[in-house]
Protein backbone atom coordinates (compact mmCIF):
# COMPACT_ATOMS: atom_id res chain seq x y z
CA UNK A 1 0.00 0.00 0.00
CA UNK A 2 1.47 3.30 -0.82
CA UNK A 3 1.62 6.63 0.68
CA UNK A 4 -1.22 8.12 -0.73
CA UNK A 5 -3.99 5.15 -0.22
CA UNK A 6 -2.90 5.41 3.43
CA UNK A 7 -3.38 8.70 3.52
CA UNK A 8 -7.41 8.08 1.75
CA UNK A 9 -8.21 5.65 4.44
CA UNK A 10 -6.97 7.78 7.08
CA UNK A 11 -9.34 10.90 5.84
CA UNK A 12 -12.60 8.61 5.59
CA UNK A 13 -12.31 7.24 8.59
CA UNK A 14 -12.39 10.66 10.58
CA UNK A 15 -14.68 13.01 8.12
CA UNK A 16 -18.37 12.67 8.07
CA UNK A 17 -18.76 13.37 3.55
CA UNK A 18 -20.45 15.68 2.26
CA UNK A 19 -23.33 17.80 3.99
CA UNK A 20 -26.45 15.58 3.61
CA UNK A 21 -29.78 16.17 2.78
CA UNK A 22 -32.04 15.30 5.60
CA UNK A 23 -35.96 14.75 6.05
CA UNK A 24 -37.80 14.93 9.25
CA UNK A 25 -41.31 14.71 9.92
CA UNK A 26 -41.71 18.51 9.45
CA UNK A 27 -38.66 20.04 8.24
CA UNK A 28 -36.12 19.44 5.14
CA UNK A 29 -32.20 20.07 6.02
CA UNK A 30 -30.37 20.93 3.29
CA UNK A 31 -27.15 22.58 2.36
CA UNK A 32 -27.05 25.86 2.40
CA UNK A 33 -27.00 28.50 -1.05
CA UNK A 34 -26.01 31.68 -1.64
CA UNK A 35 -29.70 32.69 -2.17
CA UNK A 36 -30.03 32.02 1.98
CA UNK A 37 -28.62 35.15 3.03
CA UNK A 38 -31.24 37.40 2.86
CA UNK A 39 -33.27 35.01 4.99
CA UNK A 40 -29.98 34.58 7.33
CA UNK A 41 -29.87 38.39 7.81
CA UNK A 42 -33.35 38.75 8.41
CA UNK A 43 -33.41 36.21 11.37
CA UNK A 44 -29.74 36.85 12.61
CA UNK A 45 -30.57 40.71 12.79
CA UNK A 46 -32.63 39.67 15.50
CA UNK A 47 -30.79 40.61 18.79
CA UNK A 48 -32.87 37.97 20.61
CA UNK A 49 -31.44 35.61 17.71
CA UNK A 50 -27.73 36.90 18.03
CA UNK A 51 -27.54 37.57 21.82
CA UNK A 52 -27.56 33.88 22.39
CA UNK A 53 -24.77 33.27 19.50
CA UNK A 54 -21.13 34.20 20.27
CA UNK A 55 -19.77 34.75 17.27
CA UNK A 56 -22.62 36.58 15.39
CA UNK A 57 -22.19 40.38 15.26
CA UNK A 58 -24.95 43.07 15.84
CA UNK A 59 -26.12 44.95 13.70
CA UNK A 60 -26.12 41.88 11.02
CA UNK A 61 -27.30 42.38 7.58
CA UNK A 62 -26.91 40.63 4.23
CA UNK A 63 -23.36 41.12 3.75
CA UNK A 64 -22.65 39.95 6.63
CA UNK A 65 -24.29 36.34 5.73
CA UNK A 66 -23.05 36.75 1.92
CA UNK A 67 -19.36 36.78 4.16
CA UNK A 68 -20.23 33.68 6.10
CA UNK A 69 -22.14 31.97 3.34
CA UNK A 70 -19.55 32.09 0.42
CA UNK A 71 -17.09 29.48 2.18
CA UNK A 72 -20.20 27.26 3.94
CA UNK A 73 -21.80 27.26 0.56
CA UNK A 74 -18.96 26.09 -0.99
CA UNK A 75 -18.72 22.50 -0.46
CA UNK A 76 -14.77 23.38 0.23
CA UNK A 77 -15.48 23.29 4.18
CA UNK A 78 -15.51 19.46 6.35
CA UNK A 79 -18.51 21.19 8.38
CA UNK A 80 -22.11 20.40 7.88
CA UNK A 81 -24.27 23.23 8.08
CA UNK A 82 -27.62 22.21 7.40
CA UNK A 83 -30.11 25.16 6.45
CA UNK A 84 -33.61 24.44 7.88
CA UNK A 85 -36.00 24.47 5.77
CA UNK A 86 -40.27 24.18 5.84
CA UNK A 87 -41.64 22.02 3.32
CA UNK A 88 -42.06 24.81 1.03
CA UNK A 89 -38.25 25.62 1.43
CA UNK A 90 -38.69 28.97 2.89
CA UNK A 91 -35.50 29.11 4.99
CA UNK A 92 -35.74 29.32 9.06
CA UNK A 93 -32.80 28.48 10.59
CA UNK A 94 -29.57 26.23 10.69
CA UNK A 95 -28.09 23.88 12.23
CA UNK A 96 -24.09 23.43 11.96
CA UNK A 97 -21.71 19.98 13.11
CA UNK A 98 -18.09 21.40 12.29
CA UNK A 99 -14.71 19.69 13.04
CA UNK A 100 -12.60 22.76 15.53
CA UNK A 101 -9.79 22.02 17.62
CA UNK A 102 -10.39 17.95 17.22
CA UNK A 103 -13.07 18.14 18.02
CA UNK A 104 -17.02 18.24 16.36
CA UNK A 105 -18.71 21.12 17.70
CA UNK A 106 -22.48 21.39 17.48
CA UNK A 107 -24.38 25.14 16.83
CA UNK A 108 -27.95 26.09 15.78
CA UNK A 109 -30.30 28.55 15.49
CA UNK A 110 -33.59 29.29 14.53
CA UNK A 111 -35.48 32.46 13.54
CA UNK A 112 -37.50 33.78 16.65
CA UNK A 113 -40.91 33.28 14.41
CA UNK A 114 -40.70 29.51 14.74
CA UNK A 115 -39.59 29.11 18.22
CA UNK A 116 -41.10 26.42 20.72
CA UNK A 117 -42.86 24.31 18.78
CA UNK A 118 -40.64 21.77 18.91
CA UNK A 119 -38.73 22.52 15.86
CA UNK A 120 -34.96 22.77 17.02
CA UNK A 121 -35.17 19.39 18.84
CA UNK A 122 -36.70 17.74 15.14
CA UNK A 123 -33.36 19.31 13.70
CA UNK A 124 -30.79 18.64 15.56
CA UNK A 125 -32.02 14.76 16.27
CA UNK A 126 -31.94 14.26 12.47
CA UNK A 127 -29.03 15.90 12.24
CA UNK A 128 -27.22 13.76 15.04
CA UNK A 129 -28.91 10.65 13.58
CA UNK A 130 -27.27 11.17 10.62
CA UNK A 131 -24.31 11.82 11.42
CA UNK A 132 -23.56 9.03 13.95
CA UNK A 133 -24.61 6.68 10.85
CA UNK A 134 -21.51 8.10 9.07
CA UNK A 135 -19.25 8.65 12.60
CA UNK A 136 -20.44 6.29 14.86
CA UNK A 137 -17.29 6.52 17.30
CA UNK A 138 -17.27 10.45 17.22
CA UNK A 139 -18.21 12.69 20.69
CA UNK A 140 -20.00 15.68 20.04
CA UNK A 141 -19.31 18.87 22.18
CA UNK A 142 -21.91 21.61 21.94
CA UNK A 143 -22.82 24.20 25.33
CA UNK A 144 -25.04 27.48 25.71
CA UNK A 145 -25.04 30.74 27.46
CA UNK A 146 -26.35 30.08 31.11
CA UNK A 147 -28.97 32.25 30.46
CA UNK A 148 -30.31 30.02 27.45
CA UNK A 149 -32.73 27.60 29.30
CA UNK A 150 -34.52 26.52 25.87
CA UNK A 151 -31.33 25.40 24.62
CA UNK A 152 -30.18 23.89 27.54
CA UNK A 153 -33.27 21.77 27.24
CA UNK A 154 -33.08 20.91 23.68
CA UNK A 155 -29.56 19.26 24.10
CA UNK A 156 -31.00 17.62 27.32
CA UNK A 157 -33.60 16.20 25.52
CA UNK A 158 -31.37 14.93 23.23
CA UNK A 159 -29.22 13.00 25.70
CA UNK A 160 -26.16 16.07 26.50
CA UNK A 161 -24.66 16.14 29.94
CA UNK A 162 -23.05 18.83 31.20
CA UNK A 163 -19.49 18.81 31.73
CA UNK A 164 -18.28 22.23 32.32
CA UNK A 165 -18.92 25.72 33.17
CA UNK A 166 -16.79 29.30 31.79
CA UNK A 167 -17.48 32.64 30.72
CA UNK A 168 -17.51 33.28 27.30
CA UNK A 169 -17.56 36.46 24.38
CA UNK A 170 -19.76 37.42 23.02
CA UNK A 171 -19.40 39.20 20.33
CA UNK A 172 -23.34 40.89 20.03
CA UNK A 173 -23.82 41.77 23.89
CA UNK A 174 -20.13 43.02 23.84
CA UNK A 175 -19.13 41.15 26.89
CA UNK A 176 -18.37 37.91 28.57
CA UNK A 177 -20.94 35.99 29.45
CA UNK A 178 -21.29 32.44 31.71
CA UNK A 179 -21.65 29.84 29.67
CA UNK A 180 -22.09 25.62 29.99
CA UNK A 181 -19.85 23.11 27.87
CA UNK A 182 -21.62 20.13 27.11
CA UNK A 183 -21.19 16.59 25.04
CA UNK A 184 -22.86 13.85 23.62
CA UNK A 185 -21.30 10.21 23.21
CA UNK A 186 -23.20 8.24 20.84
CA UNK A 187 -24.36 6.06 23.06
CA UNK A 188 -26.32 8.35 24.93
CA UNK A 189 -28.07 9.85 21.86
CA UNK A 190 -31.78 9.58 22.07
CA UNK A 191 -34.52 11.34 20.03
CA UNK A 192 -37.61 12.08 22.17
CA UNK A 193 -41.10 11.98 20.73
CA UNK A 194 -42.89 14.99 19.78
CA UNK A 195 -45.45 15.72 22.31
C1 LIG B 1 -32.65 27.72 21.38
C2 LIG B 1 -33.56 27.55 20.18
C3 LIG B 1 -32.78 26.99 19.02
C4 LIG B 1 -34.69 26.59 20.57
O1 LIG B 1 -35.46 26.30 19.41
P1 LIG B 1 -36.95 25.73 19.55
O2 LIG B 1 -37.36 25.18 18.25
O3 LIG B 1 -37.81 26.77 20.17
O4 LIG B 1 -36.69 24.54 20.60
P2 LIG B 1 -37.69 23.33 20.90
O5 LIG B 1 -39.11 23.84 20.78
O6 LIG B 1 -37.31 22.15 20.09
O7 LIG B 1 -37.34 22.99 22.42
C5 LIG B 1 -37.23 24.04 23.37
C6 LIG B 1 -37.49 23.47 24.74
O8 LIG B 1 -37.13 24.44 25.73
C7 LIG B 1 -38.28 24.83 26.46
N1 LIG B 1 -38.15 26.26 26.72
C8 LIG B 1 -38.35 27.27 25.87
N2 LIG B 1 -38.12 28.44 26.50
C9 LIG B 1 -37.75 28.14 27.77
C10 LIG B 1 -37.40 28.90 28.90
N3 LIG B 1 -37.34 30.23 28.85
N4 LIG B 1 -37.08 28.25 30.03
C11 LIG B 1 -37.12 26.92 30.12
N5 LIG B 1 -37.45 26.12 29.05
C12 LIG B 1 -37.77 26.74 27.91
C13 LIG B 1 -39.47 24.48 25.60
O9 LIG B 1 -40.62 24.29 26.36
C14 LIG B 1 -38.96 23.17 24.96
O10 LIG B 1 -38.99 22.09 25.87
P3 LIG B 1 -40.15 20.97 25.86
O11 LIG B 1 -40.13 20.34 24.50
O12 LIG B 1 -39.76 20.03 26.94
O13 LIG B 1 -41.43 21.71 26.11
C15 LIG B 1 -34.19 28.92 19.76
O14 LIG B 1 -34.81 29.49 20.90
C16 LIG B 1 -33.15 29.89 19.22
O15 LIG B 1 -32.81 29.86 18.06
N6 LIG B 1 -32.62 30.76 20.09
C17 LIG B 1 -31.64 31.78 19.69
C18 LIG B 1 -30.34 31.17 19.19
C19 LIG B 1 -29.82 30.11 20.12
O16 LIG B 1 -30.06 30.15 21.32
N7 LIG B 1 -29.07 29.14 19.57
C20 LIG B 1 -28.46 28.12 20.37
C21 LIG B 1 -27.20 28.62 20.95
S1 LIG B 1 -26.52 27.46 22.11
Redesign the pocket.
Given at each position: MNAAVLQKTDTTATMPGPCPVITTERLVLRPHRITDATAIAESLGDFK?SR??SRVPQPYDRQDALDWLVPHASGILPDWTLAITTGDDTHI?AVCLEPRRGQWRL????NRL????????EAVAGTLERFFRRMPEAQVFS??FAD????L??QK?LGFTIVDANQLFSISRNRMVPHIETMLLPEDFRRPAR?
Open positions: VMLGGYWLYWDRGYMTGANLASNVKP
